[in-house]
């Protein structure tokens, strides 16, 4: 069974930027896709980017585009993502989770799920 371990988060001011890591362990099915979710205080859960095992295909929510960045490197168990002009709406809990098959955004269509990180923007 594979698990998740979320790394990165912490406290920001706006305008700055983090990285969270992802580590995927154990040994999984097929190849898979890996996605990052957030979720603020009363709140629903949201998507936030995705990618592709290959690395080739990705997604964002277009409260991220061109803020945020999906990769994967070489290591198929590990996916970053970079925040960058992050923003105070940005705070929430961030989730990483696999989804066996192409990159999905809906958040019902992944398989398993990190316990999560927190990600704090000051204003």
């Known amino acids: 069974q594979v698990q998740l371990v979320e790394s990165g988060g912490g406290l920001v001011q706006a305008g700055g930027s983090l990285r969270l890591s992802c580590v995927a362990s154990?040994?999984?099915?097929?190849?898979?896709?890996m996605g990052w979710f957030r979720q603020a205080p009363g709140k629903e859960r949201e998507f936030v980017a995705t990618?592709?095992?290959?690395?080739?295909?990705?997604y964002y929510a277009d409260s991220v585009k061109d803020r945020f960045s999906i990769s994967r490197p070489d290591a198929k168990n590990t996916v970053y993502l970079q925040m960058n002009s992050l923003k105070p709406e940005d705070t929430a809990v961030y989730y990483c989770?696999?989804?066996?098959?192409?990159?999905?955004?809906?958040?019902?269509?992944?398989?398993?799920w990190g316990l999560g990180t927190q990600v704090t923007v000051s204003s």
């Open positions: 990618i592709s095992w290959s690395g080739d295909t990705t």
């Open positions: 154990g040994r999984a099915l097929r190849s898979y896709a």
């Open positions: 989770a696999i989804a066996y098959g192409p990159p999905p955004r809906e958040s019902k269509k992944y398989d398993i």
